[in-house]
């Protein structure tokens, strides 16, 4: 007789899982005293927040001035001053933005605010006319509303050739430079014609080149049309713009820029097109290589001197490119990260089926490589909003630039302005920051819902 | 040239990996409605053979030709053998952030532009017929590894593939959930399929093969009926590779 042998004689029962026992005061024990580490961290946690949150609270709100309309009011508080806010209010939104003009930042804030709400909500319908109005259309519309459209364009192509300027003597309807759209036109016809030839000779289908080139052509028109137009609005100038208003357009642009371009330069670092693969490893190295100050001076103070005679580019849009261009660096490396975490498998599947290298990217390898670095990009993203403040040193006015210009003021000068300044200005960025990062945790969770490996 | 009926042909292909020579010379017809098992010991080049006929590999000599169409450079023509060739891997590879369904229909509606509804009745067609319509709305990391090999396969099917290439489908499954995906070939096998099959399911082999191929150092050692192949083997690699695989 052994006892190994056994034959069960009865099924065991299904029974239900054990509660939880002990409610508040077993979670506490279980949690913050279940061994002489726990019960130091927690006694050293507990004596921490002591330490920090009375004198945080008292600054923030219990010895904080809360009304008043001058520095009077502040004199012999411990607090925060608020009411400086409040004064200065205006100008750390908008800057210098003329007051009479302060609606059209209002409706581009108020329109972004829709459409990002719009993309980042999963419920709401219509999520591809949401990103093409956002990506598309919106960038356009807030570049008119915020400068005032009505750019004055001068030459297309041929107009370099001949001086088509000259000939019509400047002449505009509705604001349009008619030299400039008599040349768009007939250069437009001329490229199309050119790609119709080029691609027959070259044994492709011309009239496909054709229809392509006319379509990316009518797009332009359409846009620089719109840019061109007069629609009345003032100009301003962006030298203008200041405080939240330069904060959000680099750092929205930075954002919505820098991923789409470091997820080109990720797949060309992975390329098997040598040209392609040096260019996007020369690229990325390059801006990885450079501060962020350094190519903001560059390109403010450096590039006008190697750009042909008259040719300026405005001040802020070579920031924006500036940080644009480093922050895709940044991402490429991210977005590399996910994509070698990608089994070969996947490709190799996608490809079996028939899937082409672009559906097979779009489709099976970077939902997923995105998903697995969301935490990367997300700090990429968090990283450049702050890192907007830089442009500070060339001489664009953000929040933060726009803060520290009201210290300046004699008449809000009192022992807490410099404090309640900065103490405002971080719980700005902090509301952004932490918005953001917990929006991406949001995503993280619904990504991986029900997707065990 | 091509001969008619002929679904794949290998002609003196030849591989190698930097020095290595892992294809010597294959020569190899497969005709329609044939059933061929690929057989050998481990690093023998197998699964190296199965996947340059739909490029996964390249070759560098000789010349393959798919359903009349030979592999060259030419990526469209690569495209449209992939498209009729079906594959189905050792580890299953399923596409791990979409449902089972959008992994049966991702490759009509995108490589073969049917429309998503007729997609979905084609992909619940083979879904049944592979034995598990009940899980279509699941992920792939929900299923047994039995259920998601029957998937993969259904996965290959729905784009009416004319060849399907298996390679080591069940061994990477535990025991007791080799038969259902073994089932499911048979079936495919009985509608007349024509399958490549690197398999070491012998008695799989027995069943629907209409030709055991034995390879051993990148070369196609010795080829035959099943029957054959088991009772007199001729060469003697195959005699001691048999002996080792059938105690
Ligand atoms: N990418 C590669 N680079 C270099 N050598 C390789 C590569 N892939 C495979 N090999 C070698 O080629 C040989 C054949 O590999 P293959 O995968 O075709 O073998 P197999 O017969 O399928 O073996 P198994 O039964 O283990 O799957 C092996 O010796 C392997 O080491
Ligand atoms: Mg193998």
């Known amino acids: ?453 | 040239m091509a001969e008619a009926g002929n679904v794949v042909e290998m002609i003196g292909v030849n591989k190698w990996y930097g020095q290595f020579h892992v294809l010597r010379d294959i020569n190899m017809k497969v005709a329609r409605g044939e059933r061929i098992v690929i057989c050998g010991p481990s690093g023998s080049g197998k699964s190296t053979m199965i996947r340059c006929i739909n490029r996964l590999e390249e070759h560098q000599a000789g010349r393959i030709i798919v359903d009349g169409t030979e592999l060259t450079n030419d990526l469209k023509k690569i495209d449209e053998i992939r498209r009729d060739v079906g594959m189905v891997f050792q580890h299953f590879n399923l596409f791990p952030h979409l449902t089972i369904l959008e992994n049966l229909t991702l490759a009509p509606i995108y490589v073969r532009q049917i429309p998503k509804k007729e997609a979905e009745e084609i992909a619940m067609h083979y879904l049944t017929r592979v034995k598990i319509p009940e899980q279509a709305s699941k992920y792939p990391g929900q299923l047994s590894g039995g259920q998601q090999q029957r998937v993969a396969i259904a996965r290959a099917l729905c784009m009416k593939p004319k060849l399907m290439l298996f390679d080591e489908p069940t061994s990477a499954l535990d025991p007791e959930m080799v038969k259902e995906v073994l089932d499911t070939m048979v079936q495919l096998a009985k509608d007349g399929m024509t399958m490549l099959c690197v398999t070491h399911e012998m008695g799989f082999a027995r069943q629907v093969a209409n030709r055991v191929v034995f390879m051993d150092a990148g070369q196609i050692i010795e080829a035959n009926s099943p029957d054959e192949f088991f009772s007199h083997p001729q060469h003697e690699r195959t005699k001691l590779f048999l002996s080792q695989i059938l105690h």
């Open chain 1, 1 to 453: 007789m052994s006892d190994i042998a056994f034959v069960r004689k009865e099924i065991a029962p299904m029974a239900p899982p054990p509660l939880a026992v002990g409610g508040i005061l077993g979670w506490m024990r279980k949690n913050l005293f279940s061994g002489w580490f726990n019960i130091a961290m927690t006694v050293m946690s507990l004596a921490l927040i002591a330490l920090i949150l009375p004198p945080l609270l008292r600054f923030f709100f219990f010895d904080a001035v809360w009304a008043g309309d001058s520095r009077e009011a502040c004199l012999g508080a411990s607090g925060a001053c608020w009411p400086f806010i409040k004064a200065k209010f205006g100008q750390l939104v908008y800057g210098f933005y003329p007051i009479a003009e302060r609606w059209r930042p209002d409706i581009v804030f108020a329109l972004g605010a829709i459409l990002l709400a719009g993309l980042l909500i999963p419920r709401v319908p219509f999520k591809r006319w949401n990103s093409i109005l956002f990506f598309g259309v919106f960038p356009i519309v807030a570049l008119i509303f915020l400068g005032g459209g009505n750019f004055s364009l001068n030459q297309f192509i041929i107009g370099r050739i001949i001086p088509l300027a000259a000939m019509l003597q400047g002449a505009e309807l509705f604001g349009l430079t008619l030299s400039f759209w008599l040349d768009f036109v007939v250069s437009s016809v001329l490229i199309t014609a050119v790609a119709y030839f080029v691609a027959n000779a070259l044994g492709a289908d011309g009239r496909f080149a054709a229809r392509a080139a006319a379509a990316l052509l009518i797009g332009l028109g359409a846009v620089l049309l719109t840019l061109d137009f007069d629609f009345g609005l003032v100009p301003v100038e962006t030298r203008q713009w200041g405080g939240l208003l330069v904060t959000l357009v680099v750092s929205v642009t930075g954002i919505v820029t820098s991923l789409p371009l470091g997820i080109l330069l990720a797949l060309g670092r992975r390329s098997h097109l040598p040209i392609v693969r040096v260019f996007s490893v020369c690229f990325i190295e390059f801006w990885r290589g450079v501060p962020l100050i350094t190519v903001l001076f560059f390109a403010t103070y450096m590039l006008p001197l190697f750009l042909p005679g008259g040719l300026t580019i405005d001040g802020l849009l070579r920031a924006l490119i500036g940080v644009a261009l480093f922050s895709a660096a940044y991402m490429a490396e991210v977005v590399r990260g996910g994509l070698q975490a990608i089994p070969k498998g996947q490709t190799e599947a996608a490809n079996a089926l028939g899937l082409g290298y672009w559906q097979t990217m779009n489709k099976v390898v970077m939902p997923q490589a995105l998903a697995l670095v969301i935490p990367g990009i997300v700090g990429n993203f968090i990283g450049l909003f702050k890192d907007t403040t830089l442009v500070l040193i060339v001489a664009l006015f953000d929040l933060l630039g726009q803060i520290r210009a009201a210290f300046s003021d004699p008449s809000w000068a009192t022992p807490t302005t410099l404090f309640t300044g900065f103490a405002f200005a971080g719980v700005v960025y902090f509301i952004f920051c932490f918005g953001m990062s917990r929006y991406s945790m949001f995503v993280e969770r619904r990504t991986s819902a029900g997707r065990r490996r």
